[in-house]
């Protein structure tokens, strides 16, 4: 990996952090942003920008970077900085904030990059089905499953599938529509043997162009119909089908997410970054490492994540062992407005961390990268025009 470390003054001393024989570290000394020049990230994977105030003009770093050189991760050096912002910066195109350049913060940063640089480099259809799990109740797995599915549907011809399995009582259509979808789970499963691609696309609930959703079972008393083997002939058609499975899993703890595990190229554990679902993701993880279950493909899933998470996610990820596939911002107002509206968050707060991030997840999922405007270069416009 390529490192390049920009200093408002020359710093005290090189940072060390682990670094192997492939791995290269530059640090150079830039008084003022004015006028960042942007092949620095060009020529990088990871810029830091140490010593500099959380201004326009850091801001305005952030963005001519990321307009020239998307691949590069930008990295503010802020201690502490406060919640919004935090937002602001990433929304400018901060991959990540880092406290400072110690050997600790900058090793931990190194990792998620590197993380971010394995997955761009993954085949572009690499990943098509994907089973979101909670760590514990209420941690968002529906809400993020809801989005990530509209956002991918988004991106040119990505037909995609939205798939409720959190049984017995799933309520994943809440997050996407407000019109009550003719059939459900138990229906589609009824029709499996002569389920083809046509008569999935006719039983399932057209949410907009590209996204169909089937819900689970309506009634508790339909749910014994929900049979694994027929549920993973459901997800065979179905990946064959749409480029991309979305599947809420609940709990990923009932019989029928466990026997379907294996089906999917990338399990998330979606998780509240405290002490409590940390409890609960290490209990659910030995309880699939006990059962024999492959957990290599499983990544978290960061959610509702603030300034001073209870528990830093990195340290979260670390004590299970798992890599950070997302960091998803605390969206109340664009959540629950969506919940009343019935349509993504995506659409009630387009400007919000939670949706910027959940777009480039589906841009990274999807290859299919849309030229996004921030909200600094909106104001920027906004302000000329005025
Ligand atoms: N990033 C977020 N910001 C704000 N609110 C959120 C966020 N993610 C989820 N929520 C809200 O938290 C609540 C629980 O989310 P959700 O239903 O997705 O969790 P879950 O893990 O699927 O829960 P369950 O165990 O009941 O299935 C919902 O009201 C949801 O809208
Ligand atoms: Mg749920």
Known sequence: ????????????????????????????????????????????????????????????????????????????????????????????????????????????????????????????????????????????????????????????????????????????????????PHHDLADVLAQIDRLDATLLDTLSHPVGEQLRLITSPAEFGRFIEVKPPLVGRLLTLASQSYRFVIVDLGSGTDPVSLSLLGHFDQLLLVATPDIASLRRAAKVLRMWQGMGRDTSRVGLVANRVTANPEVPVTRFAATLGLPVLREIAEESEGVSQSLLEGVPVLVTAPASAFSRAIRHWAADLSGIHPVEESLWSSFKQLWRAA
């Open 1 to 180: 990996m390529r490192i390049s470390i920009v200093s408002s003054t020359p710093l005290a001393a090189t940072p060390a952090p682990g670094l192997t024989a492939d791995d290269s570290l530059r640090c150079q000394v830039l008084a003022d942003l004015i006028g960042f020049p942007p092949e620095i990230a060009r020529d990088a994977d990871l810029v830091l920008l140490s010593g500099y105030r959380a201004d326009g003009r850091l801001l305005a770093a952030l963005e001519s970077c990321n307009a020239s050189a998307p691949q590069c991760a930008v990295v503010p050096v802020l201690a502490a900085p406060p919640a919004d912002q935090v937002v602001q910066l990433m929304q400018a195109g901060a991959a990540d904030i880092v406290g400072s350049l110690g050997v600790a913060d900058l090793n931990a940063l190194i990792g998620r990059v590197r993380e971010r640089l394995r997955r761009a480099s993954l085949p572009a259809d690499a990943v098509r089905t994907i089973g979101l799990i909670s760590a514990k109740g209420g941690d968002g797995a529906t809400c993020i499953a809801a989005n990530l599915a509209a956002a991918l549907s988004r991106c040119p011809g990505t037909r995609v599938m939205a798939l409720d399995l959190s049984l017995p009582f799933g309520d994943l259509e809440i997050h996407l529509t407000s019109e009550q």
